[in-house]
């Protein structure tokens, strides 16, 4: 749609949700943000420089102003409805996996990300709305691991033949990661069971491999 065209389509979804907040005088709302709002705060950014990352912190601004928000920063996303999964490592080690495909790693780095099931995200999200709980703020992961260790463990689980890759492990990591003590200890409160990281594989697995070969 062109990027002008993007940046106002998300600022009028934002303001409508804004505005519908505000009708209520005791709203509550849950803000699925991104890591990628973090960096922006950290590096503002003109807006055509990172798009993304400036819509996801005004909308965390603008839902708190309205509403008692909580807000929960998304990095990597495991589960269903994870979107684009072609561009990114687990999607596609996952299609190579549903067509029984060696998984090859094209990066020279080691490159490592933190992952966050989408169904614990969605029993937090919907826990805390019918709590007591005062809003805050989450990085919305459980689980940081390196793309080799993974593409190591989907290997395994669906047979594949061994990884390729020319990784340089003494070349300095691509890092996209949060810490994740925070979260886990706030699902527990919650008495949601972390999903492990090989559960997390296997639900992604079988969405993509219904929703993309039917």
């Known amino acids: ?9 998300n600022l009028e979804i934002t303001n409508c949700v804004s505005e519908l907040l505000r009708s209520s005088n005791d709203s509550k709302s849950v803000a ?5 709002a973090t960096i922006f705060e950290k590096n503002k950014k003109p807006i055509e420089d990172d798009p993304y990352g400036f819509l996801k912190l005004n909308e965390e601004n603008k839902l708190a102003e309205v509403s008692e928000c909580m807000k929960l920063r998304i990095y990597g996303l ?8 072609e561009l990114f490592a687990l999607g596609s080690f996952l299609f190579s996996a ?3 495909k060696q998984i090859e790693i094209k990066s ?6 933190s992952y966050g099931f989408a169904s614990d995200i969605a029993r937090f999200g919907l ?6 709980d005062g809003s805050d703020s989450f990085y919305a992961a459980t689980e940081t691991i390196a793309l ?17 890759h020319q990784i340089d492990f003494k070349l300095p990591p691509n890092k996209y990661i949060c810490e994740t003590d925070n979260f886990k200890k706030k699902l527990s409160k919650y008495k949601i069971q972390i ?10 697995y079988k969405y993509l491999k219904r929703k993309y070969t039917n």
């Open 148 to 164: 080799d260790e993974l593409a190591d463990k989907i290997t395994k689980m669906f047979n594949l033949n061994s990884v390729k």
């Open 195 to 204: 999903t492990p990281m090989e559960d997390q594989i296997f639900e992604t």
């Open 127 to 132: 826990s805390w709305l019918n709590s007591n």
């Open 108 to 113: 020279r780095c080691p490159v490592i990300r």
């Open 1 to 9: 749609m062109g990027l002008r065209k993007y940046i106002q389509t």
């Open 98 to 100: 549903i067509n029984n």
């Open 32 to 36: 699925i943000s991104s890591g990628a």
């Open 78 to 85: 495991t589960g269903k409805f994870i979107s684009n999964p």
